[in-house]
């Protein structure tokens, strides 16, 4: 029985208050890997049913893993080492770089931040909701800054993990590399922050799953859990919803931002399959690299199915006569929010692929989700980030304002 044939026997008032957690507990029993179950089930918990996220005080997230020292200052890996080279060149002033005094209005259709098209609002009002039009300017307006929140929230997250794995990787280059990420990170929570606070005065909680996905991998021990969760997954996902967003956005202070902290992210995606790819094949025994292996794959479904923007619904929705399953459907229909699913694998997946975690034994799993299209597209290593901003850039977008 699933969680709507259980909920469908219960008044409506009491369904509302018990949903969240029900799905929940279909998330975390929907594993099919009792090992990956019980790594991502002690966060699981604390993200989805106890919320930490969401009780408005600091998270503590005890942090285990060893600092790998290494008195020789090897040059061990060259391209590592390019990365640097780059990475030093290429570092940014928000100050300096981006025009802070452009007005940013988030209601003005004059200047769409995300088109009309973004969501499905002629489900909306099959379900009865009907919108002003000033409303329909709001709820994009708040979509917006969910999604900004976030990706805040996931650079918070970015920040604390590239510190720790500098740390713990065993390559030298690494960990000069490594500092740089440290700094485009703190660059990148400062950036989305105040974009947020100033221009669009809103900052939504941190998602749940995002929230489990984080605390998994701050709490794992091993470095490449860490980098594997962070490097690929997290950072992989974002950069394509970046690009969506910058694709789609007609706001030109954010345009560029998300111009600069793509340009960024695209160095960390590429030195996350540098080193992951190295370390699963030479470092890790076969029984390993599958563990990690079934882990990636239940993130993606993690961030897949459950991404739902459930903060906006909280806020809109919640107590009126939409229910949590027929917001579900307008967010699975609305171009804007299904064009940000799609390019968010479809980064993710060559990267799983080029890292070694895509084997015979794993496809048909991504098959049946409907992943594997995305197995031929280029991975991190292959792109570099002018490359993906002239692609962009190139690209029409396929939802207009
Ligand atoms: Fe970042
Ligand atoms: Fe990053």
Redesign the pocket.
């Known amino acids: 029985m699933n969680a709507q044939t259980i909920l469908a026997l219960f008044p409506e008032k009491f369904r509302e208050r018990v949903e969240p957690y029900l799905e929940a507990v279909e998330v975390l029993g929907e594993m099919r890997d009792p090992k990956v179950a019980a790594a991502l089930g002690p966060s699981g918990v604390r993200g989805l049913l106890l919320k930490r996220g969401k009780q408005g005080v600091p998270s503590l997230m005890p942090a285990r893993h060893s600092a790998f020292f290494d008195w020789s200052y090897p040059n061990d890996h060259p391209e590592m080492r390019d990365l640097y080279r780059r990475a030093k060149e290429q570092q940014w002033d928000s100050d300096k770089t981006l025009d802070w005094a452009i007005d940013v209005d988030p209601l003005n259709p004059e200047v769409p931040i995300i088109p009309e098209a973004f969501l499905n609002l002629g489900k909306l009002q099959e379900y009865g909701i009907k919108l002003s039009s000033h409303e329909r300017h709001g709820l994009r307006a708040s979509l917006v800054s969910w999604q900004l929140s976030q990706f805040l929230h996931g ?1 918070q997250g ?1 920040l604390f993990a590239a510190a720790q794995v500098t740390e713990a990787v065993q390559f030298f280059d690494g960990k000069l590399y490594g500092a740089t990420q440290v700094m ?2 703190a660059r ?1 929570v400062e950036v989305f922050h105040r974009y947020l606070d100033t221009k669009l005065e809103k900052l939504y909680q941190i998602n749940d799953n995002l929230f489990v996905i984080i605390d998994a991998l701050m709490t794992d021990s091993r470095w490449d859990m860490k980098f594997l969760g962070m490097q690929i997954m997290v ?1 992989g996902l ?1 950069l394509g919803a970046f690009g969506t967003l910058y694709k789609m956005t007609a706001e030109p202070l954010l345009k560029e931002l998300l111009r600069y ?1 793509i340009q ?2 695209a160095r ?1 995606v590429h030195y996350g399959v540098l080193a992951l790819r190295e370390h699963f094949n030479h470092h890790l025994s076969e029984r390993e690299r599958r563990e990690r292996e079934d882990w990636a794959f239940e993130v993606a479904l993690l961030m897949r199915n459950r991404f739902l923007a459930y903060e906006v619904y909280d806020e809109w929705f919640a107590g009126t006569r939409l229910t949590r399953a027929q917001w579900r459907d307008v967010v699975y229909t609305s171009v804007g929010l299904e064009e940000f699913r799609q390019v968010m694998f479809r980064r993710l997946v060559p990267n799983l692929r080029a890292i070694g975690l895509l084997s015979d034994r794993i496809q048909p799993h991504y098959e049946r989700v409907g992943l594997m299209k995305y197995f031929h597209e280029r991975s991190a290593d292959e792109l570099s980030g002018e490359q993906l901003l002239a692609e962009l850039d190139g690209s029409s977008p396929r939802a207009t304002a």
């Open positions: 650079e970015a485009d990170e990148h950072e974002a902290v960024d992210e960390h």
